[in-house]
């Protein structure tokens, strides 16, 4: 049995953030949390991530773009991305990037536990 | 010439597709399969959100933006999604659906983000300046009373406003869209939140600081009011919206008003006024009515205060009666806050709108107002008073064309002064009627012989129960008539424009038939388990959709009740966006599979894309068998108490943990693919009784079939008519059998996300002529309908399915199938002989309901696995 791996959710919002690890740590989600896409960057070259869930519309960064970049050095992750606005154009133009499916905030939490056990799915098949 | 006779060769003698080893086939098959997943899982969500937003429009409750604009980023992602997996499927055959995916995201981007446009113009209009047509610049409030500055007789205070060229000089597009951001994380729902973040940016529009040049122009003016009236006159600061364009949205009292400023807190004021916009029952009514944040723009009036003996509102005509004659005045001491907001008790008289405006009722309330030295007592308002007020709101409501409701201040000095006019609501009749329909069983005469289901499509309607299950029965539907099915497909949806009501034991308000439904305006209640035994063919019963509810006979005390909810979206910008962009999304053009025009180029709307990628991954997908042959090295054969011969390809995890390794055998008991055993179930339930007797004729007919087809002759050796190939993973199968002149094929996929199960059954030919193996194959259709199966049926060639269903369910399905594979052998040589079909007909589904029975309830009964809500374990 392989080890299992973690998700990476990286986000600006510090109240996001720890939210999200309460949730996670409530369902026994093994994670870790990131600020800024270099912050994600960086713990994927160290730790063992097979999902990241990520906000496209961090200030500073092109998220889609900095999903581009994970994905380059690791094209096997799954990347779910979050975005405030319900933008059709961000949703659509992430999937076309390569993101597995994107979420709205506020976040239904279940339904984004659910779109992370697809992408695991999808990566185990 | 040459390519003529290739032509032909390819025709009669199509090139053998490559073959695979396992490891290549395994490959192969979870590559497509992992498509063909995501796109049902895409199709589903799609559908549902399709749904969703209909329930919506029709629904007549309110609805956001937000959720708009939420639903139809879910349909695009899923749509792309879908198309995206049909292309990987297909490698790349259907490339024109992603040009028509394209221009349909463009317009419906185009349509959603679409902002009302924003006239630019002064900072600051003085009153004296403004007419109606400066509505988009001053807001309603402030240009109406502009106008009024200009009628004889009339006295407004001295003023000017803040336009909405100066609200967006304060208020930027960076604020607004950091405001955006905090308005669309917060849960509507949380009326904390919502409090909580409303107090958020409010704050923050109060510390940001007025740009300098408006600072200084707002002084300007305030300085002239100061030279018309008097030194440190104090002012009033009022709201003044754009954009509240609906005469059944008033808007009354949500936004702030500041009284009583002067030179030193007037900067304050301002902002305060411009934070309003954004109070919590601002945004919440804003939200029920259907308009945008955005839509809405607040300018800010500035105008002396009125030194008011008494003030009050009067309505140029009393609302909330028949048009009585009357006009409705309140009135109370001083300023007319208590009045507008409610909080004050206040006069009341109702007064003729005929000369000499007698007074026709008062009730006072208040305490007794000086009229001046000379009097002691009386009511808030003179005769004098009363008939200036009615003369003012009569000329007003001229001027207007429209009844008015006036909001007025007379001075000490006895001088009657115009605050505000507006055209008069007349209360909210959207809100009043948009109660549901609901249902109680008291309110009734009679009980509903059914209750329950999913209300699918909203409404009422009445007629004649009519079963339809058939294509004969589809031929024979009744206009007017009810629709009754079994499961909901689309392939009954041309019975719409005939049908009254469609009530069916399956389903879910996502499914085609449901949007069709709600497309063509017809009630829709689904998801009533029981329906088909409680309803009779030509029973007349009233569907009340809505209450999910069914009566016995005409009931017109409910058919009365069908238009009586209003829209109370109607008119906002809102609901204008969502029309528009239905268009794109839901009307489906793509009926009919086998129509010619069941082409990727006639897709013009999403719901046409999901269609038609559906309709293909299916057949992409069970082509699979044909379009990948195996190396056959790759089979073990099954041993033990085993009829027949039956080889069995692991694809993954199909096989028991370490069983098969280095051998060329495999046992049952070592299989766990869970849709592989539950057909080796029915294989093995009844032993085979061996072929039937034949007559001479019947026999004769099989040789010479043999003769003119020679891979159909049993005794010429060939892989596929001697062996029998299972293709399993722990949740799927795929069986291929050759059992002597017949071809079937059982496929399954059993999941628990019931969008990806499924159970497909194809089933062809036979060693006896057409006629014979056309009628086989309707007997096997026949009994396959029993079991919930959608069936299609060409001469001898039958394709069955059953999806999204339990996966007990699916299990039931497949040992019906695995039954059927086996007797159904060499069944078509005694198909001419009378009674025969009969006679088997009756011997299967006996065999079948004691085999269904020894492991689980028998067919017809509920699985409770009808579409729920997908859920991963």
Same mark, same amino acid.
């Given at each position: 049995?392989?080890?299992?791996?973690?998700?990476?959710?990286?986000?600006?919002?510090?109240?996001?953030?720890?939210?999200?690890? &309460?949730?996670?740590?409530?369902?026994?989600?093994?994670?870790?949390?990131?600020?800024?896409?270099?912050?994600?960057?960086?713990?994927?070259?160290?730790?063992?991530?097979?999902?990241?869930?990520?906000?496209?519309?961090?200030?500073?960064?092109?998220?889609?773009?900095?999903?581009?970049?994970?994905?380059?050095?690791?094209?096997?992750?799954?990347?779910?991305?979050?975005?405030?606005?319900?933008?059709?154009?961000?949703?659509?133009?992430?999937?076309? &990037?390569?993101?597995?499916?994107?979420?709205?905030?506020?976040?239904?939490?279940?339904?984004?536990?659910? &779109?992370?056990?697809?992408?695991? &799915?999808?990566?185990?098949? | 010439?040459?390519?003529?006779?290739?032509?032909?060769?390819?025709?009669?003698?199509?090139?053998?597709?490559?073959?695979?080893?396992?490891?290549?086939?395994?490959?192969?098959?979870?590559?497509?399969?992992?498509?063909?997943?995501?796109?049902?899982?895409?199709?589903?969500?799609?559908?549902?959100?399709?749904?969703?937003?209909?329930?919506?429009?029709?629904?007549?409750?309110?609805?956001?933006?937000?959720?708009?604009?939420?639903?139809?980023?879910?349909?695009?992602?899923?749509?792309?999604?879908?198309?995206?997996? +049909?292309?990987?499927?297909?490698?790349?055959?259907?490339?024109?659906?992603?040009?028509?995916?394209?221009?349909?995201?463009?317009?419906?981007?185009?349509?959603?983000?679409?902002?009302?446009?924003?006239?630019?113009? $002064?900072?600051?209009?003085?009153?004296?300046?403004?007419?109606?047509?400066?509505?988009?610049?001053?807001?309603?409030?402030?240009?109406?009373?502009?106008?009024?500055?200009?009628?004889?007789?009339?006295?407004?205070?001295?003023?000017?406003?803040?336009?909405?060229?100066?609200?967006?000089?304060?208020?930027?597009?960076?604020?607004?869209?950091?405001?955006?951001?905090?308005?669309?994380?917060?849960?509507?729902?949380?009326?904390?939140?919502?409090?909580?973040?409303?107090?958020?940016?409010?704050?923050?529009?109060?510390?940001?600081?007025?740009?300098?040049?408006?600072?200084?122009?707002?002084?300007?003016?305030?300085?002239?009011?100061?030279?018309?009236?008097?030194?440190?006159?104090?002012?009033?600061?009022?709201? !003044?919206?754009?954009?509240?364009?609906?005469?059944?949205?008033?808007?009354?009292?949500?936004?702030? !008003?500041?009284?009583?400023?002067?030179?030193?807190?007037?900067?304050?004021?301002?902002?305060?006024?411009?934070?309003?916009?954004?109070?919590?029952?601002?945004?919440?009514?804003?939200?029920?009515?259907?308009?945008?944040?955005?839509?809405?723009?607040?300018?800010?009036?500035?105008?002396?205060?009125?030194?008011?003996?008494?003030?009050?509102?009067?309505?140029?005509?009393? $609302?909330?009666?028949?048009?009585?004659?009357?006009?409705?005045?309140?009135?109370?001491?001083?300023?007319?806050?208590?009045?507008?907001?409610? !909080?004050?008790?206040?006069?009341?008289?109702?007064?003729?709108?005929?000369?000499?405006? $007698?007074?026709?009722?008062?009730?006072?309330?208040?305490?007794?107002?000086?009229?001046?030295?000379?009097?002691?007592?009386?009511?808030?308002?003179?005769?004098?008073?009363?008939?200036? +007020?009615?003369?003012?709101?009569?000329?007003?409501?001229?001027?207007?064309?429209?009844?008015?409701?006036?909001?007025?201040?007379?001075?000490?000095?006895?001088?009657?002064?115009?605050?505000?006019?507006?055209?008069?609501?007349?209360?909210?009749?959207?809100?009043?009627?948009?109660?549901?329909?609901?249902?109680?069983?008291?309110?009734?005469?009679?009980?509903?012989?059914?209750?329950?289901?999913?209300?699918?499509?909203?409404?009422?309607?009445?007629?004649?129960?009519?079963?339809?299950?058939?294509?004969?029965?589809?031929?024979?539907?009744?206009?007017?008539?009810?629709?009754?099915?079994?499961? $909901?497909?689309?392939?009954?949806?041309?019975?719409?424009?005939?049908?009254?009501?469609?009530?069916?034991?399956?389903?879910?308000?996502?499914?085609?038939?449901?949007?069709?439904?709600?497309?063509?305006?017809?009630?829709?209640?689904?998801?009533?388990?029981?329906?088909?035994?409680?309803?009779?063919?030509?029973?007349?019963?009233?569907?009340?959709?809505?209450?999910?509810?069914?009566?016995?006979?005409?009931?017109?005390?409910?058919?009365?009740?069908?238009?009586?909810?209003?829209?109370?979206?109607?008119?906002?910008?809102?609901?204008?966006?969502?029309?528009?962009? +239905?268009?794109?999304?839901?009307?489906?053009?793509?009926?009919?599979?086998?129509?010619?025009?069941?082409?990727? !180029?006639?897709?013009?709307?999403?719901?046409?894309?999901?269609?038609?990628?559906?309709?293909?991954s299916v057949t992409e997908m069970f082509s699979f068998g044909q379009t990948h042959r195996f190396d056959q090295s790759a089979a073990k054969r099954l041993v033990g108490d085993v009829p027949l011969e039956w080889w069995v390809i692991d694809l993954a995890d199909g096989f028991r943990d370490g069983a098969g390794v280095g051998v060329k055998t495999i046992r049952i008991e070592d299989i766990v693919s869970i849709p592989m055993l539950a057909i080796w179930q029915g294989i093995s339930a009844y032993p085979w009784q061996g072929p039937p007797r034949v007559s001479a004729r019947g026999f004769g007919s099989i040789i010479f079939q043999s003769t003119m087809r020679p891979e159909l002759d049993p005794s010429v050796p060939s892989a596929l008519t001697t062996k029998n190939y299972f293709l399993i993973s722990k949740n799927f199968c795929n069986l291929s059998v050759r059992l002597g002149y017949h071809y079937a094929m059982i496929e399954a996929y059993l999941s628990d996300l019931l969008t990806e199960s499924y159970v497909t059954f194809r089933f062809k030919g036979g060693a006896a002529d057409q006629q014979r193996k056309a009628v086989r194959a309707r007997l096997l259709a026949d009994i396959l309908l029993q079991y919930d199966f959608r069936i299609e049926l060409r001469s001898d060639s039958l394709l069955a399915r059953v999806k999204k269903r339990s996966v007990e369910f699916l299990e039931q399905r497949l040992q019906v199938?695995?039954?059927?594979?086996?007797?159904?052998?060499?069944?078509?040589?005694?198909?001419?002989?009378?009674?025969?079909?009969?006679?088997?007909?009756?011997?299967?589904?006996?065999?079948?309901?004691?085999?269904?029975?020894?492991?689980?309830?028998?067919?017809?009964?509920?699985?409770?696995?009808?579409?729920?809500?997908?859920?991963?374990?």
């Amino acid at each position: 049995m392989a080890k299992k791996k973690k998700i990476l959710l990286v986000d600006d919002e510090v109240d996001f953030r720890e939210t999200m690890g &309460k949730l996670f740590s409530r369902r026994e989600v093994d994670f870790s949390l990131a600020e800024s896409c270099m912050d994600a960057l960086e713990q994927i070259e160290h730790d063992d991530f097979d999902v990241v869930v990520m906000d496209v519309s961090m200030p500073g960064l092109d998220g889609l773009k900095c999903m581009a970049e994970m994905k380059k050095v690791h094209p096997h992750l799954e990347v779910i991305i979050l975005t405030g606005h319900a933008s059709p154009h961000a949703g659509v133009a992430g999937i076309r &990037k390569g993101a597995f499916d994107y979420c709205l905030k506020p976040i239904d939490f279940e339904e984004l536990l659910e &779109k992370i056990m697809l992408a695991r &799915k999808s990566l185990a098949e | 010439m040459l390519r003529i006779f290739s032509f032909i060769k390819e025709s009669l003698f199509p090139a053998p597709p490559p073959v695979f080893n396992q490891e290549e086939l395994g490959e192969a098959f979870r590559k497509r399969y992992t498509h063909f997943r995501s796109l049902l899982t895409a199709n589903n969500n799609a559908l549902q959100a399709m749904a969703d937003l209909e329930k919506i429009y029709y629904g007549g409750d309110s609805y956001r933006m937000a959720v708009i604009r939420s639903k139809i980023t879910t349909i695009l992602v899923n749509v792309y999604k879908m198309v995206r997996s +049909l292309l990987a499927m297909s490698s790349g055959r259907y490339g024109e659906l992603e040009k028509i995916f394209d221009t349909i995201n463009s317009n419906l981007e185009y349509i959603i983000e679409k902002k009302p446009e924003l006239p630019q113009g $002064p900072l600051i209009l003085g009153l004296s300046e403004l007419s109606l047509k400066d509505a988009t610049l001053a807001g309603d409030k402030m240009a109406c009373l502009g106008e009024l500055t200009r009628l004889p007789g009339i006295m407004v205070p001295p003023g000017f406003v803040l336009t909405a060229t100066a609200t967006r000089k304060f208020l930027t597009a960076e604020h607004l869209a950091e405001i955006n951001r905090r308005l669309q994380v917060l849960d509507p729902d949380d009326l904390d939140a919502l409090y909580k973040g409303c107090h958020g940016i409010q704050s923050m529009i109060l510390a940001l600081p007025l740009p300098a040049d408006l600072e200084e122009l707002l002084l300007v003016h305030y300085n002239r009011l100061e030279k018309v009236a008097f030194p440190g006159c104090r002012v009033s600061m009022r709201s !003044s919206a754009l954009g509240e364009d609906s005469a059944t949205v008033s808007f009354a009292g949500l936004y702030r !008003s500041v009284l009583n400023v002067d030179r030193t807190n007037i900067v304050a004021a301002y902002k305060e006024v411009i934070a309003g916009k954004y109070g919590a029952r601002a945004i919440a009514y804003r939200r029920q009515r259907g308009y945008r944040h955005e839509d809405i723009e607040m300018c800010v009036g500035c105008m002396v205060m009125v030194d008011a003996l008494v003030s009050g509102v009067v309505y140029s005509i009393d $609302p909330g009666q028949e048009d009585n004659g009357l006009l409705r005045i309140n009135a109370t001491a001083g300023i007319a806050k208590g009045v507008v907001d409610g !909080s004050q008790a206040a006069d009341l008289f109702l007064i003729s709108r005929e000369k000499p405006y $007698p007074v026709v009722y008062n009730e006072i309330r208040q305490v007794v107002i000086k009229q001046g030295p000379a009097q002691t007592a009386g009511p808030s308002l003179t005769y004098n008073q009363l008939r200036k +007020l009615a003369e003012t709101a009569l000329l007003l409501e001229e001027q207007f064309g429209e009844p008015q409701d006036i909001e007025w201040s007379f001075d000490h000095q006895g001088v009657l002064y115009i605050l505000q006019s507006r055209p008069l609501t007349g209360g909210h009749p959207a809100v009043e009627t948009s109660k549901k329909p609901e249902i109680t069983v008291a309110d009734s005469r009679e009980q509903p012989i059914i209750f329950g289901g999913v209300c699918a499509s909203n409404g009422i309607a009445s007629g004649e129960v009519f079963r339809v299950d058939s294509p004969e029965a589809m031929r024979r539907f009744p206009k007017g008539g009810i629709l009754l099915l079994a499961h $909901p497909l689309p392939e009954w949806a041309p019975l719409l424009n005939r049908a009254a009501a469609v009530i069916a034991e399956g389903g879910t308000e996502a499914g085609h038939l449901a949007t069709v439904s709600r497309e063509f305006g017809i009630p829709a209640l689904f998801g009533l388990p029981d329906a088909l035994k409680l309803l009779e063919d030509g029973q007349t019963i009233t569907l009340h959709a809505t209450g999910r509810a069914v009566f016995a006979g005409r009931r017109e005390d409910l058919l009365r009740q069908k238009n009586v909810k209003k829209d109370i979206m109607a008119g906002s910008p809102v609901q204008r966006i969502l029309t528009e962009a +239905l268009q794109w999304i839901t009307p489906l053009n793509l009926n009919d599979p086998a129509s010619p025009r069941f082409k990727s !180029s006639w897709c013009e709307t999403l719901h046409d894309i999901t269609r038609f990628c559906h309709e293909k991954s299916v057949t992409e997908m069970f082509s699979f068998g044909q379009t990948h042959r195996f190396d056959q090295s790759a089979a073990k054969r099954l041993v033990g108490d085993v009829p027949l011969e039956w080889w069995v390809i692991d694809l993954a995890d199909g096989f028991r943990d370490g069983a098969g390794v280095g051998v060329k055998t495999i046992r049952i008991e070592d299989i766990v693919s869970i849709p592989m055993l539950a057909i080796w179930q029915g294989i093995s339930a009844y032993p085979w009784q061996g072929p039937p007797r034949v007559s001479a004729r019947g026999f004769g007919s099989i040789i010479f079939q043999s003769t003119m087809r020679p891979e159909l002759d049993p005794s010429v050796p060939s892989a596929l008519t001697t062996k029998n190939y299972f293709l399993i993973s722990k949740n799927f199968c795929n069986l291929s059998v050759r059992l002597g002149y017949h071809y079937a094929m059982i496929e399954a996929y059993l999941s628990d996300l019931l969008t990806e199960s499924y159970v497909t059954f194809r089933f062809k030919g036979g060693a006896a002529d057409q006629q014979r193996k056309a009628v086989r194959a309707r007997l096997l259709a026949d009994i396959l309908l029993q079991y919930d199966f959608r069936i299609e049926l060409r001469s001898d060639s039958l394709l069955a399915r059953v999806k999204k269903r339990s996966v007990e369910f699916l299990e039931q399905r497949l040992q019906v199938l695995g039954y059927l594979t086996l007797h159904a052998r060499q069944l078509d040589m005694v198909m001419e002989q009378p009674g025969v079909v009969d006679q088997y007909r009756e011997k299967f589904l006996r065999e079948i309901e004691e085999m269904l029975g020894k492991t689980a309830p028998t067919c017809g009964e509920d699985d409770n696995g009808k579409e729920k809500e997908n859920t991963v374990s």
